[in-house]
């Protein structure tokens, strides 16, 4: 399983991004994608995550100003951010939740795409 992500950048406080994470190999279901973050000097925290069934949930700090969207056609994830502060720099990761048949065995497994850096300035 792959995961592309894509949209980090450089924005001013206030602006928006979105990103999108599109996963791709041989899963029969993708269960839930959610989006991590990793701040300078702390451990990775779930931003926002979404299930096949469009049940999302948020972290509190980003309650109200992002949106966590999916595509199950597209086995793609989106997070839309609007109102960027500084303290949401970071570097985001998507991560997906797949079931599939992996080294013979039927189960719910969990792949991590590669970081987009977000840096939003003051």
């Known amino acids: 399983v792959q995961l592309q992500a894509s949209g980090g950048g450089l924005v001013q406080a206030g602006g928006s991004l979105t990103l999108s994470c599109a996963a791709s190999?041989?899963?029969?279901?993708?269960?839930?994608m959610g989006w991590y973050r990793q701040r300078p000097g702390s451990e990775r925290e779930l931003v926002a995550s979404?299930?096949?069934?469009?049940?999302?949930n948020y972290t509190d700090s980003v309650k109200g100003r992002f949106t966590v969207s999916g595509d199950n056609a597209k086995n793609t994830a989106y997070l839309l951010m609007n109102s960027l502060k500084p303290e949401d720099t970071a570097v985001y990761y998507c991560?997906?939740?797949?079931?599939?048949?992996?080294?013979?065995?039927?189960?719910?497994?969990?792949?991590w795409g590669q970081g987009t850096l977000v840096t939003v300035s003051s």
């Open positions: 979404i299930t096949r069934t469009k049940i999302a």
């Open positions: 991560n997906a939740d797949v079931l599939m048949l992996r080294d013979s065995r039927w189960g719910n497994y969990n792949y």
């Open positions: 190999g041989s899963f029969v279901n993708l269960n839930a």
